[in-house]
């Protein structure tokens, strides 16, 4: 079993549609949280940090930690055909020197 | 604020070859890490420099390998290459290691 899991899609949607983007994990180490997009063939783009339980919004996108669970989301809204791309989960271990686990990634496609 | 560079953006080298990729952070950032990005395994740790020191590695074999300078840049070096090493290299920087992580838009390798 993958200490992250995360469902690679692809997800279609219609544009203007909520978008919801999740990851489960085993490690209860795991303290930070990050969601990234990467668009085809460049280097992944920060878009949310977040180290504690509950929301952290930032304009479209809302992160959601439930560490009770091991269970993070990432809302979009009112999704735009240029939020079509990959997105990564990943997380650190707390204590410990940085090893980012990552997700697979999920591929997301706005339809206009 | 520059963001992470990565020289240079394209490689093409035949087996047998060696490779050395270099990784600028962002001013400040003293923590460096290296992953490797296929579409059969998606992203995956190489290691992870911070104050010139390996601090954490990846499962790969030793022809991997690592350097961080005194400035915090970095490089990678394979050797041997083979043809299962064509791979988009990914370079990340934090200010410390439980911050999070800004990439760079990637080294891709190609072996023939």
């Known amino acids: 079993q993958k200490e992250v899991e995360q469902d690679p899609g692809p997800l279609s949607v219609p544009e203007g549609a909520i978008v919801s983007l999740n990851c489960t994990y085993s490690?209860?180490?795991?303290?930070?949280f990050m969601w990234y997009r990467q668009y085809s063939r460049k280097g992944p783009e920060l878009l949310m940090y977040t180290y504690s339980s509950g929301n952290k919004e930032d304009g479209r996108f809302t992160a959601q930690v439930d560490k009770s669970s091991k269970y993070i989301s990432l809302f979009i809204r009112d999704s735009q055909p240029s939020d079509s791309a990959t997105y990564l989960c990943a997380m650190i271990r707390s204590g410990g020197y940085q090893k980012v686990t990552f997700g697979t990634g999920t591929k997301l496609q706005v339809i206009p | 604020k520059a963001g992470v560079t990565q020289t240079p953006r394209y490689l093409i080298k035949t087996r047998g070859q060696q490779v050395t990729l270099s990784c600028s952070p962002i001013?400040?950032?003293?923590?460096v890490s290296w992953y490797q990005q296929t579409p059969g395994q998606g992203l995956q740790f190489l290691f992870e420099y911070f104050s010139e020191t390996q601090r954490n590695k990846g499962n790969f074999p030793g022809r991997f390998s690592g350097r961080q300078f005194s400035n915090s840049r970095s490089e990678m070096n394979v050797s041997t290459l083979e043809l299962g090493d064509s791979a988009l290299y990914l370079c990340?920087?934090?200010?410390?290691?439980?911050?999070?992580?800004?990439f760079g838009p990637g080294t891709r390798l190609t072996v023939l």
């Open positions: 490690n209860s180490a795991f303290q930070y």
């Open positions: 990340a920087s934090s200010f410390v290691q439980t911050d999070e992580q800004f």
């Open positions: 001013s400040g950032h003293r923590s």
